[in-house]
Nanobody, 126 residues
Framework: QVQLVESGGGLVQTGGSLRLTCAAS????????MGWFRQAPGKEREFVAA????????YGADSVKGRFTICRDNTKNTIYLQMNSLKPEDTAVYYC???????????????????WGQGTQVTVSS
């Protein structure tokens, strides 16, 4: 069982930056693939970025490539999402997620993640 707590959200102007943090507790974090997803009002949850358990495979959705970076620190049981050049369309609740099975790949599909945090709000003003 893995518990996830996100932090770092807030209100920022267009072009600004934020760094989201996801702190994990419980067994299995260091061998779990992790992901970030987001959900805007009236829209479905969408993939943002994912990272393998070693950190060697990390990638993001086309909409955030070149702007967002995902990384992890297994010594701190934490993953991060560095968000730069933020746009109003990035406004959403951002969720951290973990896969249950050890050594599984970093998926972009929300239905392949088993544990979810409570989310943190990111608002980008124009």
């Amino acid at each position: 069982q893995v518990q996830l707590v996100e932090s770092g959200g807030g209100l920022v102007q267009t072009g600004g930056s934020l760094r989201l943090t996801c702190a994990a507790s419980g067994r299995g974090f260091s061998t779990s693939a992790m992901g970030w997803f987001r959900q805007a009002p009236g829209k479905e949850r969408e993939f943002v970025a994912a990272i393998g358990w070693t950190g060697g495979r990390a990638y993001g959705a086309d909409s955030v490539k070149g702007r967002f970076t995902i990384c992890r620190d297994n010594t701190k049981n934490t993953i991060y999402l560095q968000m730069n050049s933020l746009k109003p369309e990035d406004t959403a609740v951002y969720y951290c997620a973990a896969r249950r099975n050890s050594y599984s790949y970093a998926s972009s599909r929300a239905d392949e993640y088993d544990y979810w945090g409570q989310g943190t709000q990111v608002t980008v003003s124009s």
